[in-house]
């Protein structure tokens, strides 16, 4: 905001120096802008500049106005322009354009687009390779700016539910809803009974269009739900845990009773994986072409769907597993065990990732939502809580639910869905960063049969739920993310496009070994192997080449090249050196005294026969 | 109770008929492209492994010469046109669009020294073995006219070399010492000498005009300024170096071919330590040229490969080589900066892509994107160890990985002498020199 005025205010002095050091022959355009400009009506530019000061800021002037590193590089595109349009600009017929200048972007968008971690300084290193780093640094950052302008493309709105003053939303039951929404929303309310095979695990397509269920007797079919087009409906004759889409809609994996089976979408059975077997839950991981499977046998076990390979089979050692979810920021999954932990694996580490004491008896549930930051686990001890991933792995909020919840589910906008006996609760934070708050719940729905299987649909506003009385539809307005990407899921594709898709994805697969806590690790420096090379290069080269080489003095003519002279240069140099590190190390004394002392204790007399 | 939910309409999604394009909303939140940084690293190795797929550098051979190709020249204003001498002291003028030679003549007996063409195009110059210069037209001569040069000028001695300047009716020979002729005179405005030897080549500087440098069999460079009767300084390397090449963009810097397989970029302001050194040659170095951009340069060597280098780097990006090539003699970077071209011992012009996996013709608006893309990419991930490894991988003939390996085992050696011998010495008797100062000998002004 800052820069703007001045710009207004330095130009005109400018101009009237012009005016008064050289009366040049003057074009009529530029005498009718000085006119106006003086004093014919000084209200309009004023009252402009008002107007500028309370538009929101530019993120680009307020990353001028810290004294950073990014600080000059936004500035040096704007510069032309400036130097084009001196001061209020004007066209020919004398109309004003009442804003100038790029278009405002709101600071929080462009941090919702930013790559760089601002917190972090940049090291110190030589000046061509910190030049190079801040110029990366600011085209990230005009990048953001630019990524969040085309925000304003984004054609929909998300959705949402308000009670009236005082009306609490969870009172509000689904047939209200649906009496409430327009025809084609309520049409997204359905209840398929099915209560010959239940109970029922539910799994979407990544795109949203598909559903695919399967019932603990053999029951599986699968639909394209939107328009109930029905695609397969087998029996397996056999128990169902659990079943999965995989990358597209045409292959379905379902976890039988004791083997994992792998059916088209027409209902053919494509393959039978017996090196899977009494698989519980299942989980696919499509970026890199994993199903991850959790057995009864206490095995994690990597599939590579894209060539059928087994990546990795991971012993857990806590027994049974039948408690499974990913990280869909990082692809680590999560497991639940009777302990009360939560173990983080990655194919890669034979060893977990991490482990997290979560509850006091068994874990009941986990879910992790869409940006990675917050995991909800549910326990034997009856509580919900709700966990930060970032680093500390700290929980955030708990509640103590009457019933204990089963099964959890976030949404793509970070509402966290719980299915407790035969209800199902939903709550909802602020924002889509945001954890959601426990203390009251957005919506409630009472099925008719215990939950067994919990989903939001990606891109819609609704929440599957599978229970033992069959399959339901449930609405929940602002669940879903309004604006898909067309390259990335997009539910309205053709068949063409679909297998465009398939072989790019194919093509960026990501490797199984590049799974770890940090997906962002791979772009940043490593420093470790580094200093180990350097170490390394020290030892091969047995010098260290980067070392300055001992003052020489130079050679000076008229006489002044004595030996006595050389020798006192000689002398002065190492005596600033010598004078520079003591320096160096009395600034560092002290803050080793303070580190010495005892933190936070006071002070006491016994203190002295302390050794 | 106030509620919305996302409903979307079908129609703003799909396309309308089947002769449209279907529609691809986009929506940029990093929350709906997990895993970027991932994906990218794929796709750039994806890019990597694709340029060395479609590393097909060798375009074209041009053959007619009787003998080994001796020099090359471009054509200043055509890019199609190319001038070769050869041993026999025959002069080819290739047409490269055809691939055809296009003229032919008997320009000298013995060797074709050096060749230049004029700047503006119409004529060129040749020196031989047969102590003439001799200026010739460009185009051939009309019908029944018989094919002789517009003059000729009978020198007292050996010209080993010659270069036009790049401005003026003025160019520069080199034997015994550099000459400085005016195309419209017989004898030279000037010549110049330091010390006795033969001078191998001369060449003018493309920005500062009236600046020369010469390299001589006695080891040194010898920098010349045009408008003074001496020379103004000279580098003494610890070998003969064959050529040196001017930056087309740096009027400063220029490049040395040295007879101890090494490549050394010299700042004229500072010679006493090369800028680089650039040594990856297995033989000694013939022929430098730099490419329009000054970015880069193309050096051919004895060896019988020539190697592209950038400027700022001691080891080169590529490496080009045949089965068939033999030493190579002269190479020339083309003025679009897409081709090299070399001449060898074995008769032949070769015709090569500057840039090995590049496609050539038109590309269509999605094609240059997605090269721009990957591009990029490759860049960004250039130091990951894996990308890195691919990039890199040469296959390279027997004799030169062999030699290679051997000089790198010689190299080890003399370091680990050093070392031992400073470890073994009084402690400050034995001075560690960097390996560019003592490529120096001395530099006289």
Redesign the interface.
């Known amino acids: 905001m800052e820069t703007v005025p001045k710009l207004g205010n330095n130009v005109p002095p400018k101009k009237d120096k012009l005016q008064g050091k050289k009366k040049k022959p003057r074009r009529y355009w530029e005498e009718e802008t000085t006119q106006t400009a003086a004093g014919a009506s000084p209200g309009p530019p004023r009252k402009r500049k008002r107007n500028r000061e309370l538009r929101p800021q530019k993120p680009k002037n307020t990353h001028s106005t810290k004294k950073s590193r990014i600080s000059k590089k936004p500035q040096v595109p704007k510069k032309p322009r400036e130097r084009r349009s001196p001061g209020p600009q004007r066209s020919l017929s004398g109309a004003q354009d009442p804003f100038t200048g790029p278009a405002p972007v709101p600071v929080e968008v462009v941090q919702?687009?930013c790559?760089i971690d601002k917190s972090k300084k940049l090291p110190r290193s030589e000046t061509k390779i910190r030049s190079r780093l801040e110029a990366a640094e600011a085209q990230e950052e005009e990048i953001s700016v630019k990524?969040a302008r085309?925000e304003l493309?984004?054609?929909?709105?998300?959705?949402?539910?308000?009670?009236?003053d005082g009306?609490d939303?969870a009172k509000?039951c689904q047939a209200?809803?649906v009496e409430?929404?327009?025809i084609?929303?309520a049409a997204?309310h359905f209840d398929l009974n099915l209560r010959q095979f239940g109970p029922y695990r539910l799994n979407y397509s990544r795109t949203g269009r598909h559903l695919a269920f399967g019932g603990r007797r053999g029951h599986v079919a699968a639909l394209d739900w939107v328009t109930k087009k029905l695609m397969c409906e087998i029996n397996v004759m056999e128990a169902v845990r659990d079943i999965r889409f995989l990358h597209s809609e045409a292959l379905l994996a379902v976890a039988q009773n004791r083997w994992l089976h792998i059916y088209d979408n027409q209902g053919i059975e494509l393959h039978c994986i017996r090196r899977c077997d009494r698989i519980t839950q299942l989980e696919f991981l499509p970026?890199h072409f994993l199903l991850a499977t959790a057995s009864e046998t206490g095995f994690l076990t990597y599939l590579d769907v894209s060539v059928g390979k087994i990546v990795a089979a991971l012993n857990a050692r806590a027994g049974r597993l039948n408690i499974m979810t990913q990280n869909?920021?990082?692809?680590v999954i999560h497991l639940g065990h009777s302990n009360g932990t939560v173990s983080l694996w990655s194919p890669a580490m034979k060893e977990p990732l991490a482990k997290i004491l979560c509850h006091r008896g068994g874990v009941r549930a986990v879910a992790v939502d869409?940006?990675g930051t917050h995991m909800a686990t549910s326990g034997l001890d009856h509580q919900l809580k709700i966990f930060d991933l970032r680093g500390t792995f700290q929980p955030l909020s708990a509640r103590t639910l009457p019933q204990g919840a089963g099964h959890l589910a976030f949404s793509?906008r970070g509402l966290l869905a719980a299915g407790m006996g035969d209800v199902v609760n939903i709550w909802a934070g602020q924002g889509?960063a945001s954890p959601p708050s426990l203390e009251q719940p957005y919506l409630t729905h009472r099925l008719s049969g215990h939950v067994h299987g919990l989903q939001f649909c990606p891109?819609?506003?609704v929440l599957g739920v599978g229970h033992s009385g069959g399959i339901t539809s449930m609405?929940v307005?602002g669940a879903?993310?309004?604006?898909?990407?067309?390259?990335?899921s997009?539910?309205?594709r053709?068949r063409?496009?679909r297998q465009e898709w398939e072989v790019k994805a194919l093509?960026?697969?990501?490797?199984a070994e590049?799974i770890c806590l940090d997906?962002?690790?791979?772009?940043e420096v490593d420093v470790i192997s580094l200093e180990q090379e350097e170490k390394e290069r020290l030892e091969r080269l047995?010098?260290d080449p980067d070392t300055k080489p001992p003052f020489q003095p130079k050679p000076k003519q008229k006489g002044r090249s004595s030996t006595a002279s050389l020798v006192k240069r000689k002398r002065k140099v190492m005596d600033e050196e010598h004078r520079d590190k003591v320096r160096q190390s009395l600034e560092q004394q002290p803050q080793k005294q303070e580190k010495a002392k005892p933190m936070g204790a006071r002070p006491s007399a016994l203190d002295r026969f302390v050794r | 109770?106030?509620?919305?939910?996302?409903?979307?309409n079908?129609d703003?999604?799909?396309r309308e008929t089947k002769l449209d394009l279907?529609?691809?909303?986009?929506?940029?939140?990093?929350?709906?492209?997990?895993?970027?940084?991932?994906?990218?690293?794929?796709?750039a190795l994806?890019a990597t492994k694709l340029e060395r797929v479609f590393a097909k550098p060798f375009l074209a051979s041009l053959d007619g010469h009787r003998d080994g190709v001796s020099c090359l020249a471009k054509h200043p204003k055509s890019l199609a046109t190319v001038l070769s001498g050869a041993c026999d002291g025959e002069v080819r003028i290739w047409n490269l669009t055809k691939r055809k030679c296009i003229r032919m003549i008997q320009a000298h007996e013995g060797f074709v020294r050096g060749i230049c063409t004029r700047f503006c195009g119409t004529s060129f110059f040749t020196v031989g073995d047969d102590k003439t210069v001799k200026q010739w037209k460009m185009d051939g001569p009309s019908y029944g006219e018989e094919e002789e040069p517009l003059h000729t000028i009978l020198g007292k001695t050996v010209y080993t070399g010659i270069d036009h300047h790049w401005k003026e009716a003025v160019f520069a020979t080199c034997g015994q010492q550099v000459d400085i002729w005016d195309e419209q005179r017989t004898s030279p405005i000037c010549s110049m000498t330091w010390g006795f030897d033969s001078i191998s080549s001369v060449k003018f500087n493309p920005i500062e005009t009236f600046l020369l440098g010469s390299c001589a069999s006695d080891r040194n460079i010898v920098l010349y300024d045009m408008r003074q009767a001496t020379p103004l300084k000279k580098v003494i390397l610890d070998m003969r170096t064959n050529t040196i090449c001017w930056n087309p963009m740096e009027a400063f810097i220029f490049t040395a071919a040295n007879e101890d397989y090494n490549l050394y970029t010299f700042d004229m302001r500072a010679l006493d330590t090369p800028v680089m050194i650039h040594m990856d040659h297995v033989s000694a170095v013939l022929d430098v040229d730099y490419s329009p951009t000054g970015k880069d340069f193309v050096s051919a060597s004895f060896d019988k490969s020539i190697r592209i280098f950038p400027v700022d780097r001691s080891r080169s990006r590529e490496v080009y080589h045949t089965k068939r090539m033999q030493h190579v003699i002269c190479v020339k970077w083309t003025s679009d900066s897409k081709y090299i071209m070399c001449g060898s011992d074995e008769m032949n012009i070769r015709l090569w892509k500057a840039n090995a996996s590049e496609k050539l013709g038109v590309l269509t608006s999605r094609e240059k994107a997605a090269t721009d893309y990957n591009q990029r990419l490759k860049e960004?991930f250039q130091h990951?160890p894996h990308i890195k490894r691919i990039s890199r991988h040469r296959h390279l003939p027997k004799s030169i990985y062999s030699q290679i390996q051997e000089q790198r085992i010689m190299k080890e050696a003399r370091r680990r002498k050093e070392?031992n011998r400073?470890?073994h010495s009084k402690p400050g008797s034995v001075q560690?020199v960097s390996e560019k100062k003592k490529r120096v000998v001395a530099v006289v002004k």
């Open positions: 919702k687009f790559r990524a085309s493309l984004l054609a929909e709105e998300p959705g949402f539910l308000e009670g009236e009306e939303t509000i209200d809803i409430a929404v327009d084609a929303s997204k970026f869909p920021y990082n692809a869409s940006t793509q889509k891109f819609e506003d609405l307005p879903a993310e309004p604006n898909f990407d067309g390259l990335e997009n539910p309205y053709s063409k496009q093509l960026e697969k990501v490797p590049l997906p962002r690790a791979l772009a047995g010098y | 109770m106030k509620v919305k939910m996302l409903s979307r079908p703003s999604y799909v279907q529609r691809v909303p986009r929506n940029y939140d990093p929350t709906l492209h997990p895993f970027e940084v991932p994906r990218e690293y794929v796709r994806n960004k990951h070392l400073i470890k560690r």
